[in-house]
Structure formats: structure tokens, C-alpha cells
């Protein structure tokens, strides 16, 4: 890699002196700003960048980590759209700090507004009791394919959610001349969700080489990619486990509950929240607020977490 790119140094400096005594013009002054920006703008497009939806969950944390792996300068992006679990954003913070990332943006706009979900809305997030619970865990997750019919999604889908992110992170891996897109959508251990289907994912990237200036232009071919897509909650924990991921940064629970109060209604605790964050920057969240928030334990997103841990032979801290 490192010889090639010094070819192309090579090559960018031999072409650009010829250019110059071939025009009889070679003013140094003209000469030292053209090679400074040709090398310039060579480097910022040679390195191997990726834009990745970084939630502050499992799946979003893992798959960056396995970007980072790859090689990928990362660039995290994250949400505030109004949702219930603002807790996640606090996690995602710390998450893209762990992982050094190149930079971390937070976009923020309300689909509170819109509704249409229990994660939008003050409808009640969906729990499972105790017993329904250890029957979940027991039974075996299946592939959602594209001929198979779409079990009851949950309240907990917010509509287009992951559209409209991926839309975001399309807008800024154009500006960043950024190939590759990561999401980490997974069609195993999960609720049920359309936008979270290989087919779905498919269709976003033809989109994307449809719709933008750089890949009607031949510059860039976007690739959507989701490297968690098959796996097993327990694979992806294990697998973020190996590239020394730290989990107990990350955030699952959709209806998080006050820790000196876990019977309080989710809207009451939702509220609570939204009330404290209101005129703060998301990225500087009241740490004694998240850490007065524990897990509720019975959504369905606490469900899969705990399974893949115990499934995964690994503590969750």
C-alpha cells in the first residue's frame, strides 16, 4: 500500500514538472502551490474512510469497531431526534471516544414531532413478563427473508427511521468523498423491523449511486455496508468482545427507568429527560442524569442484549 502510494506521489510530481517546463512557465511560487495541493488533495482522497450510524447500542458500537479494524478512518454519526431513550447518546459519546474516531456528529432534528412509534410518542414501550421473557431467550431467532412474511413489527419501529439516517450519513460520506457507509442493522436477533432487512439494504445503495452528484459522475460507487447482518447477538458480542470493544459504554433499553424509582411510568421518566436536556447540547448530557437511569429489563431490546451476553458466555458489566 505504502509503495503504491508513493508511486503515485512519484508519478503526480513527474507529471506536474513536465506540465510546467513543457509550458516554459515554472515560477516557484505557482510551482510549490500546484505539487502542495495535488499531493493535498491526493492524500484526502486515497484514505480509506467510512461514515457509521453509531447508535451507542450493541450492534452500532460493534460495527464500529469492526470498521476501525478494517482500516477505515471513521466517522460516527448519531441522532437526536426526540427519541424516549436519550440515554443512548450519552453512550454513543463515550463510545466514539473509546474508539478514537476521526470525528463524531450528532445531528439533531424531532420525529417527536411525526410520531408514529412508541420511541416518538407516549404510547407505552411493549414488556414482556417474566415467564414470556425466558421463552423469548429460549427460542431460537430466525432470518427474516424477502419471501417470508413480516411477523407483527412492535410499536418500537419508528417510521423510516433508518431511511432517513442513512440518507444523513449519505450526505456526508458524499462530502467526505467517502465510499463506504456502515449501519449495523441486523436480520437475526431483532424485533422485526422492514428497514433493517438484506433486501432493504440492497435497495438504499442502489438509491444512493442514483441520486448523488459523485456517483452520476463516476468519482465514487457508495457501498452500504452491514457486517452484522447474519450474526447472532452472541456472534456480535463475542465478535466486538475480540477487538476489545468495552460494552458496559454501551446502551440498549428502550424505556430506561429511574434507579431510586423503577416503578415510575416510562413517559414520566421520558419526560424527565426531555425536560433536563431541553437547552443542552447532547454531547454534554448531566452525567449524574444517565447514571440515575437503569436498564428496564423487559423490552425487547433488553430481551436480545441479555440473551446474546448469556448465550455469548460473557458478563454483562
Known amino acids: 500500500m505504502a509503495l503504491a502510494v508513493n508511486l503515485c506521489f512519484r508519478s503526480i510530481i513527474k507529471n506536474t514538472t513536465i506540465a510546467f517546463f513543457n509550458a516554459r512557465i515554472v515560477p516557484r511560487a505557482i510551482w510549490k502551490n500546484k505539487v502542495s495541493e495535488m499531493l493535498h488533495y491526493h492524500m484526502n482522497f486515497s484514505i480509506k474512510k467510512a461514515v457509521v450510524l453509531l447508535s451507542g447500542g450493541i450492534d452500532s458500537s460493534t460495527t464500529a469497531a469492526i470498521a476501525k479494524d478494517e482500516g477505515y478512518e471513521v466517522y460516527a454519526m448519531s441522532f437526536d431526534y426526540n427519541q424516549r431513550h436519550r440515554v443512548e447518546l450519552e453512550a454513543a ?35 414482556k413478563s417474566q415467564e414470556s421473557r425466558v421463552k423469548s431467550q429460549d427460542k431460537e431467532s430466525k432470518l427474516l427473508t424477502p419471501n417470508s412474511e413480516l411477523s407483527s413489527i412492535p410499536v418500537t419501529y419508528v417510521p423510516a427511521r433508518n431511511t432517513i439516517f442513512l440518507s444523513f450519513a449519505l450526505g456526508w460520506a ?5 465510499e463506504n457507509i456502515f449501519i449495523g442493522a441486523n436480520a437475526v436477533d431483532y424485533s422485526g423491523y422492514p428497514d433493517c432487512r438484506p433486501e432493504y439494504l440492497k435497495a438504499f445503495e442502489k438509491m444512493a449511486n442514483l441520486a448523488t452528484k459523485a456517483s452520476v459522475e463516476g468519482k465514487i460507487r457508495f457501498s452500504i455496508k452491514a457486517p452484522l447482518l447474519y450474526l447472532t447477538k452472541a456472534e456480535i458480542i463475542k465478535r ?70 448469556r448465550e455469548a458466555g460473557i458478563k454483562d458489566i
Open 240 to 309: 466486538g468482545t475480540e477487538l476489545g470493544l468495552d460494552y458496559s459504554l454501551t446502551w440498549s433499553c428502550y424505556d430506561p427507568q429511574p434507579a431510586a424509582a423503577g416503578v415510575q411510568s416510562s413517559s414520566a421518566a421520558a419526560d424527565k429527560v426531555q425536560s433536563k436536556d431541553k437547552n443542552d447540547n447532547l454531547l454534554t448530557l448531566n452525567s449524574k442524569l444517565i447514571t440515575s437511569f437503569v436498564p428496564c429489563g423487559r423490552c425487547d431490546s433488553c430481551i436480545f442484549r441479555a440473551k446474546g451476553f
Open 174 to 178: 458524499e462530502a467526505l468523498k467517502a
Open 93 to 127: 459519546k463515550k463510545v466514539a471516544l473509546s474508539l478514537k474516531v476521526k470525528k463524531h456528529l450528532v445531528i439533531k432534528f424531532d420525529l417527536r414531532a411525526i410520531g408514529g412509534s412508541a420511541l416518538t410518542s407516549e404510547m407505552e414501550v411493549p414488556k
